[in-house]
């Protein structure tokens, strides 16, 4: 955990949030997603949510039960300071997804772009495990990850790209029997120097079981 802390902090200790290359202006395909599967009054987690827009614009539409992880605390300091007064409807979590112990259960768990930068496969049983864990029985987990034609390496660390099968696989083989998938799709995220990202996303449906 110490040298995944210490990258991710000295990221958002020496750049600016809107000039790395996964900042958004606006994540309208997060939010299209969170909305499609949830209502204001549901719970929703982000995790690796570092310096992201998403909880300004679910604040905006009228989600008060939100709470982001990430491993960095500069860059959840960044967002409570960005948001002012309404960031106290947001519970803010300082640690490392594969080794958190969820407190409460969630309606959708939303994961950008963390379960890529786990590449091996014991973090994965981990991260898909407190997954399970954190959400509801009927709950909805949404997972971007990069496609198999995305980048190899990103902020300097090596990724593991997925196509949906493969990420379906890899849930299942891990958590047998706790998801369902449901929802795939790609897209293309364009980043602030203006490059191309090839991105996939995946729903899963937490099973009864």
Same mark, same amino acid.
């Given at each position: 955990?110490?040298d !995944?802390h210490?990258?991710?902090?000295?990221?958002?200790?020496?750049?600016?949030?809107?000039?790395?290359?996964?900042?958004?202006? =606006?994540?309208? /395909?997060?939010?299209?997603? #969170?909305t499609?599967?949830?209502g204001?009054?549901?719970?929703?987690? =982000?995790i690796g949510?570092?310096?992201?827009?998403?909880?300004?614009?679910?604040?905006?539409?009228?989600?008060?039960?939100?709470?982001?992880?990430?491993?960095?605390?500069?860059?959840?300091?960044?967002?409570r300071?960005r #948001?002012?007064?309404?960031?106290?409807?947001?519970t803010w979590?300082?640690?490392?997804v594969? /080794?958190?112990?969820?407190? !409460?259960?969630?309606?959708l768990?939303?994961?950008?772009?963390?379960?890529h930068?786990?590449t091996?496969?014991?973090d994965?049983?981990?991260?898909?495990?407190?997954?399970?864990?954190?959400?509801?029985?009927?709950?909805?987990?949404?997972i971007?990850?990069?496609?198999? =034609?995305?980048?190899?390496?990103?902020?300097?660390?090596?990724?593991?790209?997925?196509?949906?099968?493969?990420?379906?696989?890899?849930?299942?083989a891990?958590?047998?029997?706790?998801?369902?998938?449901?929802?795939?799709?790609?897209?293309t995220?364009?980043?602030?120097?203006?490059?191309?990202? !090839?991105?996939?996303?995946? /729903?899963?449906?937490r099973?009864?079981?």
């Amino acid at each position: 955990m110490t040298d !995944r802390h210490d990258h991710w902090q000295q990221v958002y200790q020496t750049k600016e949030p809107d000039s790395v290359s996964w900042y958004q202006d =606006d994540p309208k /395909l997060s939010v299209d997603l #969170i909305t499609a599967h949830t209502g204001s009054a549901h719970s929703v987690v =982000d995790i690796g949510g570092g310096a992201s827009h998403l909880p300004d614009a679910l604040l905006a539409a009228g989600y008060r039960n939100l709470t982001v992880l990430d491993l960095s605390g500069a860059a959840l300091s960044a967002s409570r300071d960005r #948001i002012g007064g309404p960031s106290a409807h947001v519970t803010w979590v300082e640690g490392d997804v594969t /080794l958190w112990t969820p407190d !409460r259960a969630y309606d959708l768990w939303h994961d950008r772009a963390v379960f890529h930068f786990l590449t091996e496969r014991d973090d994965q049983a981990r991260y898909l495990a407190v997954m399970a864990h954190a959400l509801t029985p009927g709950g909805v987990a949404v997972i971007m990850t990069f496609a198999e =034609d995305g980048p190899e390496k990103c902020s300097g660390l090596p990724v593991q790209r997925y196509a949906p099968e493969d990420l379906a696989a890899r849930v299942a083989a891990l958590v047998p029997g706790r998801f369902e998938p449901t929802e795939t799709g790609r897209f293309t995220h364009v980043t602030p120097g203006g490059g191309e990202q !090839r991105f996939q996303y995946s /729903l899963f449906r937490r099973t009864e079981a």
